[in-house]
């Protein structure tokens, strides 16, 4: 019986299927507290929102059971609380089939809608690719955009997991701004730390320019450089960010440099670059949505919003 999990609250619960809203207490005869627990601490995070996704999302996969101690290699037992009633039941989990095992297609990095009717047009933007069937993907939207009158733009970046940040870049190329601030860094040199100061980037303008308001709508599994692209938009104030706190930290440590120690030959990592926000003020914050409201309801607190402001 494959399963997906997700949060109600601070309690892990399935989706979908015949056990929709079940609340997980144990799996493998375990309780979910204590797995939960055992990933908190052996698994690599900023923020608590990114474990929380991290650990339900990755429940129906092998190798992250047995990573928090589970048997893999018997039936894996569920047992579930029906919330109406309390009444528990004990299932079998079957553990998903990977995209690539199913021959299922991945959806493709991004597509658009235009609703002409409403003058709101949406870009969904599922990874972050940088390449030029992006930049044509981007500039088509707007001039679609402007054929249809549209006032309204919605980037929705929730369960992007990142990828190039000149993403956002590209995007602001098309809003009417002269100038803006990309952040700043620290970067390590051996024993010199460089820091390179924040300065106004010149905004290279493309056309059709569009001059409407801008929403951004963010989950906490938006991370990276989709959380850098929301934080673009939130901390220059070119637009509104609606939904949940990312997955990690605006400001913070990436890039990395590889080595293998010579004698044990394992192989590790050493980040050389801190990232620092537009907002230097913000660095010790997360990127915290203008309006706060589950992943789920993003998109339709936002169309709220838009209605509710013509």
Request: proline fraction near 5%.
């Amino acid at each position: 019986m494959p399963l997906a999990f997700g949060w109600k609250d601070d309690t892990l619960i399935c989706v979908g299927e015949e056990y929709d809203g079940y609340s997980v207490v144990e799996i493998g005869n375990i309780s979910t507290q204590d797995l939960y627990q055992r990933f908190l601490n052996q698994y690599s995070y900023e923020l608590e929102s990114w474990a929380r996704h991290s650990f339900a999302s990755r429940l129906n996969r092998g190798e992250y059971l047995a990573f928090v101690g589970v048997d893999t290699q018997t039936d894996i037992l569920l047992l579930l609380e029906n919330p109406s009633d309390g009444s528990r039941v004990t299932v079998t989990f079957a553990l998903g089939e990977s995209a690539a095992a199913s021959g299922e297609r991945a959806k493709p990095d991004f597509d658009y809608s235009i609703d002409a009717s409403a003058g709101i047009g949406i870009f969904t933007l599922r990874q972050c690719v940088f390449d030029e069937e992006y930049k044509n993907g981007l500039r088509d939207f707007f001039k679609a955009a402007e054929e249809n009158n549209i006032h309204s733009v919605i980037v929705d970046l929730r369960s992007n997991p990142g990828g190039n940040s000149l993403v956002a870049n590209e995007f602001i190329r098309y809003l009417p701004v002269e100038s803006y601030l990309p952040g700043a860094s620290d970067v390590r040199f051996g024993p010199i730390l460089w820091k390179n100061k924040p300065q106004r980037l010149k905004n290279q303008q493309l056309h059709p320019v569009f001059s409407g308001d801008v929403y951004v709508l963010t989950g906490e599994d938006t991370f990276s450089s989709a959380m850098d692209f929301a934080t673009l938009i939130s901390d220059n104030k070119l637009g509104t960010v609606v939904g949940e706190v990312p997955g990690n930290m605006p400001s913070s440590y990436g890039d990395i440099l590889y080595f293998q120690t010579p004698n044990a030959r394992l192989a590790f990592t050493v980040s050389y670059k801190y990232f620092v926000r537009p907002d230097a003020s913000k660095s010790d914050s997360p990127l915290i949505p203008d309006v706060k409201v589950p992943a789920k309801d993003a998109l339709t607190e936002t169309m709220r919003l838009i209605e509710k402001g013509r």
